[in-house]
């Protein structure tokens, strides 16, 4: 996945652009991103409102774009202002182990990433529960199950080898959360 994302990471960052610009304007604190990728989130956090960007990327081949755009942002993992976990947003533990305390987290992250992960709800959920302040906030950017029939149709159709060359990635996954009581991709 990390060398299909190369080809198509840099153009699908310019086409949300100016939504995940506005989004991540708020972002305070100790930011958990989630599906970290190569870092594009990181180039529209405020580095004077956020004080620790944590990275949660399981494909390690990620791992080395990703510490270079973070540091270019300014963040690093000498002074514990950066921190990249090879772990899923559903590994709340090894999440909690690495920030060393209950609910250490500002803001949540997700920029098209719920869709790879199974039971979404579900994970965000726990996330909130046992990762995040009380006050604290969830911003996300996600492709959603289309309420057209017809492009649903296309979503499902293509789903299972898109899957397969997207790391997971599931074009049929419900993630607008507006499907209340949803277990999340089949």
């Given at each position: 996945m990390s060398h299909v994302w190369a080809a198509f990471a840099a153009?699908?960052?310019?086409?949300?652009?100016p939504v995940k610009r506005a989004l991540l304007l708020p972002a305070t604190g100790v930011v958990v991103d989630i599906g970290a990728g190569f870092g594009h989130a990181i180039q529209y956090l405020d580095g004077n409102k956020v004080t620790k960007y944590v990275a949660l990327e399981p494909n390690i081949r990620?791992?080395?774009?990703?510490?270079?755009?973070?540091?270019?942002?300014?963040?690093?993992?000498?002074?514990?202002?950066?921190v990249i976990l090879s772990c899923g947003a559903e590994d709340t533990m090894q999440i909690l182990k690495a920030l060393g305390s209950p609910n250490p987290v500002d803001t949540i992250t997700s920029i098209l990433t719920l869709c790879s992960i199974p039971s979404p709800d579900r994970?965000?959920?726990s996330?909130?529960?046992d990762v995040l302040k009380p006050g604290g906030q969830v911003l996300f950017y996600e492709h959603v199950l289309s309420p057209r029939a017809d492009v649903a149709w296309w979503q499902r159709f293509w789903t299972p080898l898109w899957?397969?060359?997207s790391d997971g990635c599931r074009?049929?996954?419900p993630t607008s959360f507006a499907h209340s009581g949803d277990e999340g991709c089949r």
């Open positions: 153009p699908t960052d310019e086409n949300g652009r990620m791992h080395s774009d990703l510490r270079q755009t973070a540091e270019t942002a300014g963040f690093h993992e000498s002074d514990g202002s950066l994970v965000i959920t996330l909130v529960r899957s397969v060359f074009l049929d996954c």
